[in-house]
């Protein structure tokens, strides 16, 4: 977990650790949200881990947060945001 700060924004980022070298991919996504906003990332072919970052979204979103979820295939090649 990050907790991002620029000098005008402050968000979080949520990620497995395997994910960290693709950071890149979705750093300018990550940089549009708004102060507050919170960018998840997970790993749809890890049913545990993407059902925690559904509940992680729902219970952000209820507190009117901000929230991409990006998931991720294994390999990388491919993107879905929610």
């Known amino acids: ?33 708004p102060r507050g906003g919170c960018l998840l990332v997970t790993n749809p072919r890890l049913p545990d881990q993407d059902a925690l970052f559904q509940t992680l979204k729902r219970c952000f979103q209820a507190r009117g947060r901000t929230v991409l979820l990006w998931s991720l295939e294994p390999n990388y090649n491919q993107i879905t945001i929610s």
Request: glycine share 0%; charged share 20%.
């Open 1 to 33: 977990m990050l907790l991002t700060s620029t000098k005008s924004k402050h968000y979080l980022e949520i990620m497995p650790a395997a994910c960290l070298l693709q950071r890149h991919r979705w750093r300018q996504a990550a940089q549009s949200l």
